[in-house]
Every structure is written in C-alpha cells, then in structure tokens.
C-alpha cells in the first residue's frame, strides 16, 4: 500500500469555525474554540487518519486587519501556514457570506494559492437555508478557481468525513510525518495553557480576552502520577486582575476548576493547577511572551 502525508492548512476569518474543523478532523479537542473572534493565536498542528493517508490540518489564527503587534504577528502564521502546507482550504461561514475580510483573503491567495490545491468549505451550513449555499458557492467560484467546493457543518460534523476523503486523495505519496498514534504537534505545557486561556476567554467579557496571556511556568511530575502545573496569567492593568479575580476569587476558580477537569481528562490523569495573576503592562511588547505563545515577535514589526 502507498502511504500519503502531507499539510492541510486552514485559513479564514476569525470564527470561521477552523478549530472546531481541525478538532472534527482528529476526532480530539487539539485547538481551543469560543464564540469570540480571534481566539486561536498560532498554528495548531492536529493529526488525523484517512486510511493510508496521514492529514496534517494547520489550524490557524483568523486573518483580520491588524492593528496591534500581537495582530500582525497571528496574521503572518496564517498566511506562512497556508504558504507552507500541501492544500489550503478556505473557510467562510455561510450566514455571513461574502464578507470584505473574505474578499481580501481571496486577494492574498491571488499569491499563495499559486501552484497549490485550494479548496473552499462552507462552514455552518446548519444555519442557512439550501438556496443561500447555492448561490454562495457560485458567488465564491466565480471570484476564485476552488478546486472543490465544500458545505460542511464543522460542529454537527456534515460533511466533514468527506472532505477528509477528499483531502488525504490529493496529499503527496510518501512516509507518514508522525507517530500512528499521535494527535497534536505542540508542547504539552503549550497545550495547558490553552485550556485555561479557553476557560479564561469564555467568562471574561468585551476587550479582556485581547489583553491577556497565559504560559505554563512549571510542570512537575509526582511519584502518585499526578502532574502539578504552574501557570501565569499575564494582564495589562491592575484593574484586569481585579476582574480576573473576581469578587472574592470566584472567577479564577471558576477558570482554574474547569481547566483542570479538562486537562485531567486529556491527560487521563490527576492534576492540580495553580494558576497566578500577574499584571504586565507590556506584556504585548515582549519576545519572550510570543515564543511562549508559538509566534515570531518579528513579524509583529511594522
Ligand atoms: N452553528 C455552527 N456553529 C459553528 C460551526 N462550526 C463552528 N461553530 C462555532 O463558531 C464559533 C467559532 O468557532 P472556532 O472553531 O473557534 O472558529 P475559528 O475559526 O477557529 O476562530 P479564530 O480562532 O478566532 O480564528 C464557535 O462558537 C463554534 O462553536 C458550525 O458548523 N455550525
Ligand atoms: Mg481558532
């Protein structure tokens, strides 16, 4: 049998539902998804199986009009994941349409679509009606040449398996690029400090979740086989940590029990997480903080 691997890229505006499609895809919550735009801050790398094929999806930040360093930094890893994979695949989400953001990511795959499979899903198809999808996908194909159109409902999981189907036919023959059993390409501590990022963002309200951080500080394995994790939480005001707080720590409890249930179960293990509040007014402006987040502070320069 030949075997296929290869990179998969998924781009598209912020909330498009990437992560919730990466996370379908490897059938393991990978990436962190909230109803809030730009939540994902740098490429995601989930593996997933299509019989000899190993799919490689690149979940990536939403491509937006940056305005601040931490922005112009998410929208180079997009752009750079869709410039390094094997098969973009566009996201749009069908109630919303053509949108402007839409037609300017139609204009940078002028350039990186060149010499590359792009095709197009239409994402949360469960909340329009038949014709709107129909005319959409005309719409999007008379503006771009899509190899394939996709209409697909990444959180009721429609059409998802094919378009795995569909993906793992057009990868390159060769070796596969990771473990069978491997699901997701980034560190460990990474991934824990996505988790109480996610918590964080869902209970956090307005511009809070933007001015925020989390890292892993330390990880300690037990002789019990439990794991002891250390986090900060980076805000730019004393007032944030107030709020983070919350009246009498309810917040950050609330944040701190639902990231360790969740890191429990992925880790099938017992974890106790302590998470600090540290207020940095220029956290936004360090490079330390971007390698911790997978970014390059480099392209966040004007
Ligand atoms: N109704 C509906 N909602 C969906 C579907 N797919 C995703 N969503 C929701 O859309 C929201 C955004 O999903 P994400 O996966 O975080 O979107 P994203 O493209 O990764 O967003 P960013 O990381 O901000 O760029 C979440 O509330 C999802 O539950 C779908 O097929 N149907
Ligand atoms: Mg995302």
Redesign the pocket.
Known sequence: MTTRAGFVA?I????????????AMVGAKV???????????ARIRGVAMEGEAQIVFV????LFRPRRRLDRAMVAAAWGGAADADVVVL?V?AHRGVTEGVERILEGLQDIGKGRTVALAI?????VKAETLLALTKDMNDRYPFAETFM?????G?GVPALRQWLAGKLPEGPWLYPEDQIADLPMRMIAAEMTREKLTLRLHQELPYQMTVETEAWEERKDGSARIDQIIYVMRDGHKGIVLGHKGETIKAVSKAAREELEEFLGRKVHLFLQVKVRPNWLEEAERYSEMGLNFKDGNT
């Open positions: 998924l598209g505006e912020p909330n498009a539902g990437k992560s919730t499609l990466t996370n990436s962190i998804v909230t109803h809030k735009v730009q939540t994902t801050r979940d990536t930040p939403g996201m989400e994402n949360k198809i469960d909340r697909i409902s990444a959180e009721k429609h």
